[in-house]
């Protein structure tokens, strides 16, 4: 599904990912950990085809499709999706105009007839149920004034409105308490299936624990040092990241 | 100010414009407004037209203004296509409350004027100056003041007509009251006029009113109007306020309100028409626990030019106002916001809070926008905040990466900006009518 290959990219001339690679099948969750700076959340905005990032070397492609040459919205409606670590406020704008926005614009995209606003909210009462939600937050401005759990939730609602092939979520965990975890990632569990693949940034491992990845890999100086399953970020958590650095030093030496 | 060929000064031909004036139309006027007017015109022979060295009018040359010969409008005729346009503008059915004016003159056939509620009245302040005498004097000119701004002594000079509300005592209102300013720029060669509205709650009183000033086509014409709304204690009024004159008229307004103790005012401003707009909105609360609340939207675009001068004034103290102004300037247009807010002596426990956010979606656009506080008490809580730039870059993708476009995604950020304000017209039928006028200039 997601071919990554020898990626290079950056920001402003200073290089972060330094030749990454990644691949991942239909039905898989990776989870990308590393320590601050380690380039993971760069990994998830170019993968998501954040515009202030230049891939300079290596290859992406989704699908056969090669995605370094797609614009964030063209990756979207091709079945990629971003959530985002810090999402930013739209004033004025609901949370249920937006959702039904964006998922008509996939729609259109798939040649699929637009809802209108009434079924577009029988769809979404249908989702809350499904992840156990009330409807509190879709009356509301996007993400305007939003409490740090209430945002990541946000962001867990749209991929449920939404359902893309790829969801990559960006440190979906940092900044809640350990229940808001657990609800988080419950609800990320609904739409496990076998044709939806998760990317899972995150510096902990506590999230993984409700939401068990396939593989685990450890990104430290812009590459993948490390690579294996759930007893890996077990380890991370029980030994630190100054232990992966030492490997990797060890394994560049 | 002299051109070429013209050997008056624009002065000198509104004193004469003036003059004719008070010795035709307007001569069956009562004493005190005559002697009002007399005393406005002289103030305006002083001062001349206001320019770019006063401190108030840095941002808005009205040179454009003083440099046309304009002239009072005569009554139109009013056509069938006329009244259907008319009546597209106007909210509700039959049962409606509207008075309807045509290039400042006042039209009985256009208006709906039956069935108004016990007490209340609706209609052109010509007549009120008969029937309602002694109210419109006690309140008339009282607020907006002639020295405050040389245009609002323009006004006064020319009163004549204009709209006319009156709500009693504890009557709290249904349907709203309608003042429709209509503009035929058809009907003559560079028309004028200067609507004067008088708009009254008494103790108690609530509801709310819709002030309108739509063009019927384009041309170059001037709208110089000034409204007052007095807000006994208690009073509890919402105000709507639509400009979508001609993108080629000017627009010179003085919106003023007075509130009592404990009176709670609300304006909702819309800005989207003129090619030079100056509007000064004045908020006096002078007496205590009243509340205040101005929202405002600006959309322009081509070279449009719009100016909102606004001052709240907290002269009682525990009073609260909220300002919130919202500007989408495109293409070449501008956008002057001024947020004056006043706090006098003895003001204590004042809240208030000021926000004025300026989208410019070209790189030619532009905004000003200034803050004056002017804070005589010490225990006060008073906040403002501006913003100015283009769509940010971070919201653009952060919109994409859920598949919209990025025209889409500027539309979605766009409308947001005037949803905020549209958020605050309670009345469905007009924030339909807004939200068409707001989708309108996204899709222009």
């Not at chain 1, 990317?199 to 100086?221: C, K, M, Q, S, W």
């Not at chain 2, 707009?277 to 070279?303: K, P």
Request: charged letters at 25%.
């Amino acid at each position: 599904m997601l071919e990554v290959k020898n990626l290079h990219a950056g920001v402003e001339g200073v290089e972060i990912l330094k030749g990454v690679d990644l691949t991942v099948k239909p039905g898989e969750v990776h989870a990308i950990m590393g320590p601050n700076g380690s380039g993971k959340s760069t990994f998830a905005q170019v993968l998501a085809g954040h515009p202030a990032y230049e891939v300079t070397g290596g290859s992406v492609t989704f699908e056969g499709k090669d995605l370094v040459e797609m614009d964030a919205d063209e990756r979207a409606r091709a079945g990629i999706f971003l959530a985002f670590q810090y999402p930013v406020a739209i004033r004025g704008i609901t949370n249920a105009y937006f959702l039904q926005s964006a998922l008509n614009a996939v729609r259109k995209d798939q040649g699929l007839e637009e809802l209108d606003t009434l079924d577009f909210a029988e769809l979404l009462e249908k989702k809350l149920e499904m992840i156990g939600w009330d409807d509190s937050l879709i009356h509301r401005a996007v993400n305007d004034g939003f409490s740090g759990g209430e945002k990541k939730r946000n962001e867990i609602l749209q991929l449920a409105v939404l359902e893309p092939k790829l969801a990559i979520l960006d440190e979906t965990d940092s900044g809640l308490d350990i229940d808001a975890v657990k609800e988080v990632a419950a609800a990320v569990n609904r739409f496990r299936s076998e044709d939806r693949a998760f990317i899972v940034v995150t510096h902990y491992e506590r999230i993984l624990n409700y939401f068990t990845p396939d593989h685990v890999h450890v990104l430290a100086g812009g590459k993948v040092v490390m690579s294996g399953d759930m007893k890996l970020a077990l380890e991370l958590e029980a030994k630190g990241y100054d232990w992966i650095a030492g490997e990797a030093a060890a394994v560049a030496g | 100010m002299t051109r070429a060929g013209d050997p008056k000064s624009a002065t000198e031909r509104y004193v004469a414009a003036f003059e004719s004036f008070a010795g035709n139309g307007a001569s069956g006027a009562p004493g005190w407004l005559k002697t009002k007017r007399e005393s406005a015109i002289s103030r305006f022979a002083e001062t001349g037209f206001p320019h770019s060295r006063l401190e108030a009018w840095r941002f808005t040359d009205v040179k454009p203004i003083a440099g046309e010969h304009f002239v009072l409008a005569a009554k139109p005729e009013v056509s069938a296509a006329i009244r259907q346009a008319a009546d597209a503008q106007l909210l509700g059915g039959a049962e409606r409350h509207a008075a309807v004016f045509l290039n400042g003159h006042f039209v009985p056939e256009l208006s709906s004027l039956e069935g108004l509620p016990q007490g209340v009245k609706l209609g052109s302040l010509r007549a009120a100056l008969e029937s309602d005498a002694k109210l419109v004097e006690e309140h008339l000119t009282r607020y907006a003041r002639d020295e405050r701004n040389p245009l609002t002594a323009l006004s006064t000079a020319f009163i004549s007509d204009g709209g006319f509300a009156y709500i009693p005592d504890d009557v709290v209102l249904e349907r709203p009251l309608q003042l429709l300013f209509l503009a035929d720029p058809a009907s003559g060669s560079n028309p004028m006029w200067h609507p004067r509205t008088l708009i009254v709650a008494g103790r108690g009183a609530g509801g709310s009113l819709v002030e309108s000033y739509v063009a019927l086509g384009d041309g170059t014409y001037w709208t110089n109007a000034v409204t007052e709304v007095v807000l006994g204690e208690h009073a509890k009024i919402d105000t709507y306020r639509v400009q979508r004159e001609s993108v080629q008229a000017y627009h010179t307004a003085t919106t003023e309100s007075y509130q009592a103790r404990g009176s709670v005012f609300k304006l909702v401003n819309f800005t989207f028409g003129a090619e030079l707009s100056r509007q000064d909105i004045n908020a006096v609360l002078d007496g205590e626990g009243a509340d205040c609340t101005l929202d405002g939207l600006s959309m322009l675009e081509g070279r449009q030019h719009t100016d909102h001068h606004t001052t709240l004034e907290h002269a009682q103290p525990h009073c609260t106002s909220w300002e919130y102004f919202n500007g989408v300037f495109d293409d070449r247009a501008r956008g002057v916001f001024t947020g004056r807010i006043i706090v006098r002596p003895g003001a204590q426990q004042t809240d208030s809070k000021q926000t004025n956010n300026n989208l410019l979606l070209s790189e030619r656009a532009r905004a000003d926008s200034q803050p004056q506080l002017e804070i005589y008490a010490d225990d006060v809580k008073c906040t403002h905040g501006a913003t100015l730039g283009p769509i940010d870059d971070e919201h653009l993708f952060y919109l994409q990466s859920r598949g919209l476009s990025r025209q889409e995604a500027r539309h979605l950020l766009t409308y947001g900006f005037g949803s905020e304000i549209l958020e605050a017209v309670k009345l469905d039928r007009l924030k339909e009518q807004l939200d068409g006028m707001v989708r309108d200039r996204l899709s222009g």
